[in-house]
């Protein structure tokens, strides 16, 4: 009985010595962004300088092209890790044909974007992209970058490479990543996004700036995140506007938009409201938060996705100031073929 105890109590030992040792050499080896790092840039050169006033911008998250409607999602209480390779190469492929045969807008905005990942079989999303928009210029900012996700323990997530891509038709002064507020706690941190935004300055022929904003917020949080994260953008619009600057932000805000209505979908979808509240003093009188009310953007990801049934909502929308005016917004109707969030297209004209 003594023995059976020992050996016991040796494998017990040897196995958190074992998780020790990982979290130690994970710790050693995690991915530490500084505050603030210059895009890494690629794709078309020189681009044009822009004496128009009006523009049209595309959001889009992606989803690694590994969230088709066939798909769910473990981490949301699915069962998946990642799709089958011929399911992925189905959805990355229609994607991006849709994207290089579509109206071509001035920016896109995109999310979860690999680079290297296994979820998304080693594709480099980002060249692929660029590839489909060959007149654009991409700059991309790291988000996600862990060499390996140990959940979950029957299929592990594996090696990550992602992040943040928005493409340029126009000449820019500034592409940077500005690393947000907060974050989680050792040693959930070695293994969770390190979020960000992507800024972007395209000046102007009257000396002013259009401030390009590209986001993607926390999700998996109780609200405090998504808090720091939206103090943080709103101080750095509310700046740029103050200097006479145009801004337009958008992206993946994971929480409504102020004004949302899970009841206004037109298109037969089954409208949920994100528990989080906006507060509407959270911009000042002028500021305008920019969605399609018609047409969900993102679904839920538990199961795949039936019309009707499946859970849909709109977190993909855009946020501009008093400047910009909005002449139309439309969210695509893609029926979450290819990503469980849909496309949302602005187009604006500066005051």
């Not at 490479?161 to 592409?175: D, Q, W, Y």
């Not at 206004?264 to 906006?278: A, L, M």
């Not at 996705?305 to 139309?328: A, C, H, Q």
Request: aromatic share 12%.
């Amino acid at each position: 009985m003594r023995k059976a105890f020992k050996i016991l109590s040796g494998i017990i030992f040897g196995i958190i010595g074992l998780i020790l040792a990982l979290l130690l050499l994970a710790t050693a080896i995690a991915y530490r962004p500084e505050r603030i790092e210059n895009a890494l840039m690629s794709g078309k050169t020189p681009l044009p300088a822009r004496n128009d006033s009006i523009f049209t911008l595309v959001s889009w998250n992606i989803g690694y092209f590994g969230l088709g409607a066939e798909s769910d999602f473990f981490f949301d209480g699915g069962k998946m890790t990642r799709p089958g390779e011929d399911y992925y190469r189905q959805c990355a492929g229609m994607a991006l044909d849709y994207l290089y045969h579509s109206e071509k807008a001035d920016f896109y905005f995109f999310q979860e974007v690999d680079t290297d990942a296994r979820r998304s079989y080693g594709d480099d999303q980002a060249g692929l992209l660029s590839l489909m928009l060959p007149d654009h210029q991409a700059a991309f900012a790291m988000n996600y970058r862990v060499h390996f996700v140990p959940v979950p323990l029957k299929n592990p997530m594996g090696k990550v490479k992602s992040g943040i891509v928005t493409m340029l038709n126009a000449e820019t002064s500034e592409n940077t990543r500005f690393a947000f507020p907060g974050g989680y706690a050792w040693p959930v941190s070695l293994f969770m996004l390190k979020r960000c935004y992507l800024l972007s300055r395209v000046t102007l022929p009257s000396g002013k700036d259009l401030v390009l904003i590209n986001t993607h917020n926390e999700p998996f949080d109780d609200g405090r995140h998504r808090r720091q994260q939206m103090a943080a953008l709103r101080k750095v619009m509310l700046k740029e506007y103050g200097r006479g600057n145009y801004v337009v932000a958008g992206g993946d805000w994971n929480l409504n938009p102020y004004g949302f209505s899970s009841g206004d979908f037109t298109n037969g979808d089954k409208g949920k409201e994100i528990p989080f509240e906006v507060k509407a003093d959270l911009f000042p009188g002028g500021w305008q938060w920019v969605f399609d009310p018609s047409i969900p953007t993102n679904r839920d990801v538990d199961q795949p996705y039936t019309r009707g049934l499946t859970p849909t909502t709109i977190i993909d929308f855009f946020i501009v100031s008093p400047n910009v005016e909005v002449l139309e917004v439309k969210t695509t109707d893609l029926a979450f073929q290819w990503s469980d969030h849909q496309p949302v297209k602005l187009t604006v004209q500066l005051q």
